[in-house]
């Protein structure tokens, strides 16, 4: 009975402002999902959201909602938008034509959208119930209580509150920004005993303050898993980034006990990218915090456990187990090991970016800092893909995007579809042989000094945004002298350990290391941080699950 009851109140909602398509959209609903929900239709955003307020305050339950993009006063997006505070958890789907497919993947960032469905959808059977039973079934597993937010204080020109920020936002933990000199900030730092003079205040879902937070503290604190389960596993995958996240599939999908380990969060600089559209599979573009998110639920789906905010500061050899110590002195052991901890972007060497990293000046894309760059100029540095996808990303809402590119042209180490957009985009200009030499300010970016390489010549801009994506450092001072690595820091592995014909020195099996294997037996290595790499996300993920089929055959003979 009360599941009866339950279901006779879980309406489906489909807002379009053609009546036409209303009601050809409410038909097809009708006739599919009639019998166990109610289908309500509204014609404009604003007479939707006025029906989902009566609906909560009945405490009608909510499951989908399709929108159309393209409405007056209020578009499908905005909509949505709103919509997600008074029904967090309806699954979202947002009606649009071809020609509006980027407004579709843009939407999946800002409102979290589950699906868009290009008009027409005929035939429904083929194009529309697929989806909507899939949503629904997903609904109808999930708990449809409000998800409740962190709350986090502090200042635009704060360093720590962006790293804060950044954190959750990779993390995918849902919070809510508060400035500190505006009423509800304010109010926020009176509750629990701040003067502003530390920031950022971060207050979790249940209530408990915390100030300045480390990543260890505030990854536990919001729910993210930071101590392993066990004490002994198959596989231990140092490093969450898609070649971290494609052996972590691969080996729980295939029954290996697995634990991927990540310092700060999932994703990798692919998951800062703001939209990758040379991924295969993916032919309208898909942001990297999508596509590592997907492959983050699917590898927890498959039993694979992940700890985040746990930094690894050594890596021993103990018998047959590999041991892999952490920065509080604890360890977990492992039969193999795959390490995937990518790379980072080298900082910039120029006077004055140290003093204001984070306030102004980013490595990354540093996404949450997109929206404060509207209507502003801002200065990318860098020629290759990941800067080329963030000046694409940040003309959309920034006055003018300035590439700064030390070689010749972009052709060197950008791909030719992003040089074509760059080339194409209005407000995005490239100023070749130029490096940063210093950065001015204060509090935060004020001005740069722009170095012609050639003449020699500099010049002083306006500048309060800078982006960096310069060279790619590997994240292996951790390993010492454990694993062999080249004069960069790159892990040496498979064929490169044997160029002389000879084992590596220490290699103690009658076989020589297997492909992706390093000169320790059962340590493989996937992803940019190996030596000579691809430094692409599609071969990362490969070599991720290349090393997990490796992983199997050193079992084996083990």
């Not at 939407?107 to 959208?113: C, G, P, Q, T």
């Not at 392993?228 to 995958?237: G, I, S």
């Not at 210093?438 to 003449?455: D, I, K, N, Q, Y």
């Not at 037996?521 to 941080?529: I, K, Y």
Request: hydrophobic share 40%; charged share 20%; net charge negative.
């Amino acid at each position: 009975m009360a599941q009866a009851a339950e279901a006779a109140r879980t309406v489906i909602m489909t807002v379009d402002d053609d009546p036409g398509v209303s009601r050809a959209v409410a038909r097809d609903l009708r006739r599919r999902y009639g019998e166990s929900y109610r289908i309500v239709r509204a014609e404009s955003g604003e007479s939707a959201l006025d029906a989902l307020r009566e609906l909560k305050l009945r405490g009608d339950l909510v499951a989908v909602i399709l929108a159309d993009y393209r409405m007056p006063r209020m578009n499908g997006i905005e909509f949505l938008e709103q919509a997600l505070d008074v029904y967090p958890g309806a699954r979202r789907v947002l009606l649009t034509a071809y020609a509006d497919t980027n407004a579709a993947i843009d939407a999946i960032n800002v409102v979290d959208l589950d699906h868009y469905l290009l008009k027409p959808w005929d035939p429904p059977e083929e194009k529309l119930y697929p989806v909507l039973d899939d949503l629904l079934q997903a609904w109808r597993t999930s708990d449809h209580r409000p998800v409740p937010s962190t709350k986090v204080v502090g200042h635009r020109w704060s360093a720590r509150s962006s790293e804060v920020r950044e954190f959750l936002a990779r993390n995918q933990v849902p919070y809510r920004w508060y400035s500190s000199d505006e009423p509800e900030g304010q109010r926020l730092l009176k509750a629990a005993g701040q003067d502003g003079r530390r920031l950022p205040l971060v207050v979790t879902p249940d209530g408990t303050p915390l100030v300045e937070p480390e990543a260890p503290e505030l990854a536990a604190r919001v729910g993210l898993a930071t101590t392993p389960a066990a004490d002994f596993y198959d596989l231990a995958v140092i490093g969450g980034g898609p070649a971290g996240l494609g052996a972590a599939v691969y080996g729980a999908s295939e029954g290996l006990r697995t634990v991927l380990v990540e310092r700060s969060a999932t994703g990798g600089q692919a998951g800062q990218s703001s939209r990758i559209e040379n991924y295969l599979g993916f032919p309208d573009g898909v942001s990297g915090a999508q596509l590592t998110g997907r492959a983050r639920r699917q590898a927890t789906r498959f039993g694979a456990e992940i700890l985040t905010a746990r930094e690894v500061t050594g890596l021993e050899v103990n018998g047959a187990a590999r041991i892999v110590r952490f920065a509080d002195g604890s360890a977990i052991a492992a039969h193999s090991v795959i390490l995937a901890t990518g790379v980072q972007y080298r900082q910039l060497d120029a006077q004055g970016c140290t003093d204001l990293t984070g306030c102004g000046v980013f490595y990354g894309s540093a996404l949450t800092e997109a929206a404060s760059c509207q209507g502003q100029d801002v200065y990318i540095v860098g020629g290759a893909n990941s800067a080329g996808q963030a000046a694409m990303y940040l003309s959309r809402s920034a006055k003018s995007v300035t590439l700064l590119v030390r070689g010749p042209d972009l052709a060197a180490s950008m791909s030719y579809y992003l040089i074509q957009q760059i080339d194409e985009a209005p407000n995005i200009s490239v100023r070749s042989h130029t490096v940063v030499d210093a950065a001015h300010g204060s509090e935060h970016l004020e001005r740069l000094t722009l170095r012609h390489t050639v003449s020699g010549d500099t010049q002083q801009v306006d500048a309060q945004w800078m982006f960096v994506f310069i060279g790619a450092a590997p994240l292996t001072d951790w390993l010492g002298d454990a694993v062999l690595r080249d004069e960069r820091g790159f892990i040496l592995a498979g064929p490169d350990l044997t160029a002389d014909g000879r084992p590596p020195a220490g290699w103690e099996l009658d076989r020589p290391p297997y492909h992706l294997e390093t000169n320790v037996p059962g340590v493989f290595v996937a992803g940019d941080a190996r030596a000579e790499s691809a430094k692409r996300v599609a071969s990362a993920v490969g070599e991720g699950a290349m090393a997990v089929m490796l992983v199997h055959r050193y079992l084996e003979q083990s």
